[in-house]
């Protein structure tokens, strides 16, 4: 197949055919395939099987074993359906092999029993249960068996919709693969293939959907994840480097005395990792070209004075910063520590939320377009039209996870290209974090300020929530305080609400009475909630009842203990950041999770709480939980639109496809690939703007 030359690529228009009009497909199939996803050729051969029937690798009734994941192939020999307790329908086949006879299951699919017949050679897949003589096989995936498909060896499953079969599937791939697979242009360079032992294009899209044999699956995959790979990373290049050709930059003063007053001030010594990326963000923001970085650092690890030190470096080099939090809570609190660290400097510090009063809204805008504010601190509403600033520097965002990308881009827009930190506790792990924000640069902040104590975490089942109550009775009576996180129902703020407010009411009036409770949620108004907030900083609140408003960034380290009510309905990363509300100071803190997890992944949820403290082990964790496409943030990236890459099992592509993409690529190859990338997703929108 000739290398791609995408000035003359029009060849690669037909696999845009439509789909309606291939033969064999009509208008009726056609419905059923745009059901699919699939509109055109191009489509249709990436529509990767979900599984394959290796008939090479079929077992012996007679050798199963309990718990066995099985292949079997055999007569049906009788069947037999009827509904269970509860309505569901359970249909049962009799199969027979040269060596034995079993029983395969079918739960909950009535319309099988339409489709299994007595003397019908089948192939089924699934779990064998029980005992030798009376194995019972719980199907996953069954196959009819046909002699049109006997040549293979390897059959591929296909994800259909209701109307669609398997037979008709694979009839329509292998027609397609004839026709239009040489139209199908090889983009890889030789020298990459050979580098990093990938097989062809065309022989890669033909053995995903119809392996010879394992091995050629095995490269099949791994060239088109390559594949899927490169063109991600060259969208996030192309990005990148966009970036870097539009007008003019800022460059912040390297001689500084403001920082230095500033940090000498400060209550604690840095940390080396905050002293480190620190350091990488001042070398960034000396360059005269914009700073895209991410600080990545988990919960209490102190992100926040490093950010703030980023902000005295652009005040003393006559800039304006911004810093934008997900909630007035965060914006109220990063206000107050802001104005304690500048204390006693002339850098005017505002703050700009949804709850600021129209009033004080205005003059602030007003202010900070006149170029009188140095740092404006605030939510959302920094990003709204009306807000302009005279000479934006840098702009900070704290959890930025918590945010849009387009919200992200708006508030870059504030400025001529200021340089950028977003910051997260989202512990990404490194390889993961370089794809999904491939167009930033990395700090790490890989410690914990000295004298910092994992927090003792604890299950308790709901019945037991008693004992957690004690606790807090107890530990209050030592002035320590405790928050106590409510329910989070997904449908309703409304519910929410309510759930808190009758805690708070059960609490205050029947279990805690006679200590002083705070309420706390995301209705009140934003006066109440600053109220509220810093009496329980003073310690006249003993116990904050609140809804996940407290989730991010929240910092009160006096208090060290917290109560998570329904802990089995919480994530992962939000239990951590709720976790990371205490073990701020130095005494020991504890969490307290209560709650009856209904499903294995909600107990193995709160199991990886108990035993680890780590947020990026916590990260891996939740990976081999539920696995990439759920991850954080990362369906808004559009990774998980991957049809063959998987992110985790991998990571060593992605290395060498970033590799490949940032240090092998000439610049015409380059632009080779990012037609090719356009070309390929003309249609969806798959690279995403970041
Ligand atoms: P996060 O990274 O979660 O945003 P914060 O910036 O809120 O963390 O910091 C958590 C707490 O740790 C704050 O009370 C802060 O004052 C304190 N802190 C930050 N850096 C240090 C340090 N180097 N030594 C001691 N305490 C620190
Ligand atoms: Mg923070």
Redesign the pocket.
């Known amino acids: 197949m000739p290398q791609m030359d995408i000035g003359q690529g029009a060849n690669m228009d037909r696999l845009f055919a439509d789909i309606q009009y291939v033969k064999g497909v009509g208008p009726k199939r056609n419905i059923l395939l745009r059901r699919l996803g699939i509109e055109n050729i191009l489509d249709l051969l990436w529509y990767v099987p979900r599984a394959y029937f290796n008939r090479g690798k079929s077992q012996q009734i007679a050798n199963l074993k309990d718990g066995d994941n099985v292949n079997l192939r055999g007569m049906v020999r009788a069947t037999h359906s009827w509904r269970a307790r509860r309505g569901m329908a359970i249909f049962k086949a009799v199969i027979e092999d040269d060596s034995g006879f079993i029983t395969a299951v079918w739960f909950n699919q009535p319309y099988i029993s339409g489709l299994i017949k007595n003397d019908q050679e089948i192939f089924i897949s699934g779990k064998a249960k029980g005992c030798p003589g009376a194995f019972e096989v719980h199907v996953s995936e069954f196959e009819i068996l046909d002699h049109e498909d006997m040549e293979f060896t390897v059959l591929p499953i296909y994800g259909l919709t209701e109307g669609l079969n398997q037979k008709t599937m694979r009839r329509l791939l292998h027609y397609v693969l004839d026709e239009y697979l040489p139209y199908y242009p090889e983009i890889m360079e030789p020298q990459a293939k050979e580098k990093y032992g990938l097989c062809n294009i065309d022989y890669a899209i033909r053995n995903i959907h119809f392996p010879e044999d394992g091995p050629s699956y095995l490269a099949a995959r791994k060239r088109l994840a390559f594949e899927e790979l490169t063109v991600f990373q060259i969208g996030l290049h192309v990005n990148k480097t966009l970036n870097l050709s539009a007008g003019q930059y800022i460059s912040h003063l390297e001689k500084n005395q403001l920082v230095e007053n500033i940090r000498n001030k400060l209550p ?4 080396p990792a ?1 002293q480190r990326a620190v350091t990488e963000i001042f070398a960034d923001m000396e360059k005269p070209l914009p700073m895209n970085r991410l600080l990545q ?9 490093v950010a703030a030190l980023a902000m005295a470096k652009a005040a003393a080099s006559g800039y304006q910063s911004a810093i934008m939090a997900p909630t007035e809570i965060l914006a109220e609190q990063h206000y107050n ?1 802001l104005q304690q660290i500048f204390a006693g400097t002339d850098v005017v510090i505002a703050s700009l939320t949804g709850g600021t009063p129209t009033r004080e809204k205005q003059m602030i805008v007003e202010a900070a377009g006149l170029g009188n504010i140095d740092i404006l601190v605030g939510t959302h509403a920094l990003i709204q039209e009306q807000v302009v600033f005279e000479r934006l520097g840098l702009a900070v965002i ?1 959890e930025q996870h918590r945010f849009g990308v387009k919200q992200r881009a708006l508030f870059n827009s504030k400025g001529l290209s200021p340089d950028m930190l977003v ?1 997260s ?1 989202t512990p990404i792990p490194r390889t993961l974090a370089l794809t999904v924000h491939g167009e930033l640069s990395l700090s790490i ?1 890989d410690e914990l ?3 910092r104590r994992p927090v003792k975490t604890v299950h308790i089942s709901a019945a037991d929530r008693m004992r957690a109550y004690r606790f807090v009775r107890q530990e209050t009576a030592k002035n320590i305080q405790a928050y106590i996180v409510c329910p989070l129902v997904e449908e309703s703020e409304k519910q929410d609400l309510q759930a808190a407010v009758s805690l708070y009411d059960e609490l205050k009036h029947e279990i805690l009475p006679g200590i002083n409770l705070g309420l706390l949620h995301g209705r009140m108004k934003s006066s109440e909630k600053d109220q509220v907030i810093s009496s329980f900083k003073k310690g006249s609140i003993q116990v904050l009842v609140t809804t996940t408003v407290i989730e991010v ?1 929240v ?1 009160v ?1 006096n208090a060290s203990i917290m109560i998570i009510e329904h802990a089995e309905r919480f994530g992962l990363s939000q239990l951590h950041q709720l976790r ?1 509300r205490v073990g ?1 100071g130095h005494k020991q803190s504890y969490c307290l999770m209560i709650g009856d997890p209904r499903t294995e992944e909600a107990a193995a949820r709160l199991q990886a709480m108990q035993k680890l403290s780590d947020g990026f082990k916590l990260a891996q964790e939740d990976l081999r939980i539920r696995g990439p496409g759920d991850f954080w943030g990362v369906k808004q990236h559009g990774l998980h639109q991957l049809k063959v890459a998987d992110l985790i099992k991998d990571q060593k592509i992605v290395e060498s496809s970033r590799d490949l993409v940032e240090n092998m690529m000439e610049p015409e190859q380059l632009l080779r690939w990012q037609s090719y990338a356009e070309y390929k997703f003309k249609k969806s929108s798959h690279i995403v703007q970041n």
Request: hydrophobic share 25%; no cysteine.
């Open positions: 604690f010594k840095l940390t905050q650092g988990d919960v209490g690890s102190g992100k926040t004075v520590s704290d910051m506790a902040i300020p000295p004298g960034g910092d380290p990371g701020r």
